[in-house]
């Protein structure tokens, strides 16, 4: 039987002990039992304040953020140096569980190049020009690239740390917006004993197989193209351009005995990743529309609670162990493509040899009764209808693609974030803002990291502007994304990229 989770945490026996106080509750007991003793002293601001000012003066500035309608759980970004000011809101963010942002150490070019990039597919040529070459101005500029951290050396210091320690494992809970510190040692045990069952997984012995992989999925991506099922540009998205094989990981399981992993093989930036959330996208709308299907434990409670359980009757859960793995690939495939096949057929003949439109109506309408007798889903019906409504979309949007207009998400950089905005709001993008450092984006981290030499990313052609002693210079530089921050000259010219 599951344990009742009653705390947002779960702690084993360790040589180090483990808090169950929060930093904001803490520090109320540090200032509860040191009321008149000295805590900051900011020598530059010239203020000396005690625990207890501390505590009331943050108490106070608290209460102004509930004012303003923040809760628990919320993002709050707090711009400013080391002084005062900002210790004072990051103390009350705490008092109210407001999440606190990091600014960034240096501005985030990489973010802002791909969401710029992003935006320019959906403006026409010249106007896309004219926005880089605006964004460019603004993020070259001396006074972009000094950015005042909101967090002391000794924090930072602190972070790194916490980043480099091989003894634990910061990890993110299976359910829920928990964060779970594992021991290494017991991390690495747990997860040797998930791949050790033969049942689920395969030893490939020494030779890594990703490179035939690659080749296998090529030629079936030259096979669709030629039958027509994606064009060229499509097949250049979906082709491999890495050969990094999947990463395995594991989720604690914090509301079960024992704390077990939850087996997680995530593709991104693996072979297959482009091709799977393409099938990914395709399945989306067969998702969650059974009547059998329940999203969550909330829609379950509300489906029972009118419900009455007799003496003689039990109501039970079952869980079912490695579910993804142990799912029939083939058997579900075919079950998808013979449903939504049979469809999708027969609604075209009746599009295709009956002329009246009252005569096609009733035909369809005689095809869907009859399915539904023979056990089709309602979902099936509506899937089918929106693929047919989907292309008739998709061609329409060819034609207006140039006068479509969309948004983009920004990292937030004081100053700068807003003059983006305002670049951005002149070609009618949208601007969203997005928090560009949390400690748990810093430390949560479940995935091994890829080594630098196995990153692959699109390769650029910038022609030179530079000038040579013969005049304009004719040669181009050719580089991997990534590369802009390197100072480089190009055959001797005077024209540098920074």
């Known amino acids: 039987m599951s344990q009742k989770l009653t705390k947002s945490y779960i702690n084993v026996p360790e040589k180090r002990p483990f808090s169950d106080k929060s930093i904001g509750q803490r520090f109320n007991e540090v200032a509860n039992q040191n009321p008149d003793k000295e805590m900051y002293v900011f020598y530059a601001d010239k203020e000396r304040k005690t625990f207890r000012q501390m505590q009331e003066e943050s108490q106070q500035f608290a209460g102004g953020l509930l004012k303003l309608g923040l809760k628990k759980g919320d993002t709050l970004g707090i711009w400013g140096g080391n002084h005062y000011e900002w210790l004072l809101a990051y103390l009350a963010s705490l008092q109210i569980g407001v999440i606190t942002v990091i600014t960034p150490a240096k501005l985030p070019v990489v973010d802002i190049i791909t969401s710029t990039e992003s935006a320019c597919r959906k403006l026409p040529p010249g106007e896309a020009g004219e926005l880089r070459a605006k964004v460019v101005n603004l993020v070259t500029r001396p006074n972009c690239n000094k950015i005042d951290s909101n967090l002391s050396k000794e924090e930072r210091e602190a972070l790194q740390q916490l980043q480099k320690d091989q003894s634990i494992q910061i990890l993110p809970a299976d359910k829920g917006r928990l964060v779970v510190i594992l021991n290494s040692e017991e991390y690495n045990r747990k997860c040797e004993k998930l791949v050790s069952d033969t049942n689920t997984y395969k030893n490939l012995g020494k030779k890594d197989p990703t490179s035939k992989y690659k080749k296998q999925l090529t030629s079936v991506l030259l096979e669709i193209e030629k039958e027509g099922g994606i064009n060229r540009v499509e097949y250049r ?184 905005r305002r670049i951005f709001g002149t070609y009618g993008i949208r601007v969203c803002f997005k928090p560009t450092q949390t400690l748990r984006q810093l430390l949560v981290s479940p995935k091994d990291k890829t080594e630098k030499k196995d990153i692959t990313g699109p390769i650029y052609y910038i022609p030179c502007q530079g000038k040579t002693l013969q005049g304009q210079c004719s040669e181009s530089y050719i580089a991997m994304f990534g590369d802009y921050a390197l100072r480089f000259s190009v055959l001797g010219c005077d024209f540098q990229l920074k």
């Open 237 to 420: 998205q979906l082709y491999p351009t890495t050969e990094t094989p999947p990463k395995f990981y594991g989720l604690p399981k914090i509301h079960k005995k024992d704390t077990p992993l939850r087996p997680i093989v995530s593709s991104v930036g693996s072979i297959t990743y482009s091709s799977a959330k393409l099938v990914a996208d395709i399945l989306a709308p067969l998702v969650g529309k059974t009547e059998h299907h329940v999203a969550n434990s909330q829609i379950f409670a509300e489906r029972i609670k009118n419900e009455t359980v007799e003496e003689d009757e039990e109501l039970r859960s079952y869980d079912v162990t490695a579910l993804f793995t142990s799912v029939p690939v083939d058997k579900a495939l075919r079950i998808i493509q013979h449903k939504l096949g049979v469809i999708q057929t027969l609604h075209h003949r009746a599009d295709s040899i009956i002329s009246e439109q009252e005569d096609i109506a009733e035909e369809k309408s005689h095809i869907n009764s009859a399915l539904k007798k023979c056990g089709y889903p309602n979902w099936s019906f509506d899937k089918a209808k929106k693929a047919k409504e989907g292309k008739s979309k998709n061609s329409n949007l060819k034609i207006t693609n140039v006068e479509t207009k969309g948004q983009v998400v920004l990292p937030y950089v004081k100053g700068t974030s807003e003059a983006l």
